[in-house]
């Protein structure tokens, strides 16, 4: 069974950085993406960075492009989204999501994706 855990959510201020990680378990990932989402109180879970674990190809968000980087690991099978030049409004719970290549559906939502982590809080002060 999959499991993804994340970890590295935490209170900085705008500007600052976080680097959050996704530890991925119970398969082997090579033909998986891996994505990241975010949802901030009252609002839906919104699409941030995607990443082809074996090709290593990525598309992000327009709101964080040139602001975060997904990478990944794969001799420690994790995931990683660095976030930099925060700014208060990427307050949210942040979500590792996982898909293998026979999942349907877009790349982009959230019904696109199978596993899910259980977040990790970021938040981000003026």
């Known amino acids: 069974q999959v499991q993804l855990v994340e970890s590295g959510g935490g209170l900085v201020q705008a500007g600052g950085s976080l680097r959050l990680s996704c530890a991925a378990s119970?398969?082997?990932?090579?033909?998986?993406?891996m994505g990241w989402f975010r949802q901030a109180p009252g609002k839906e879970r919104e699409f941030v960075a995607f990443?082809?674990?074996?090709?290593?190809?990525?598309y992000y968000a327009d709101l964080v492009k040139g602001r975060f980087t997904i990478s990944r690991d794969n001799a420690k099978n994790t995931v990683f989204l660095q976030l930099n030049s925060l700014k208060p409004e990427d307050t949210a719970v942040y979500y590792c999501?996982?898909?293998?290549?026979?999942?349907?559906?877009?790349?982009?939502?959230?019904?696109?994706?199978?596993?899910w982590g259980q977040g990790t809080q970021v938040t981000v002060s003026s």
């Open positions: 999501a996982a898909r293998d290549r026979y999942y349907s559906g877009s790349l982009y939502y959230s019904g696109g994706y199978a596993y």
């Open positions: 990443i082809n674990w074996s090709s290593g190809s990525t």
């Open positions: 119970g398969r082997t990932f090579s033909s998986y993406v």
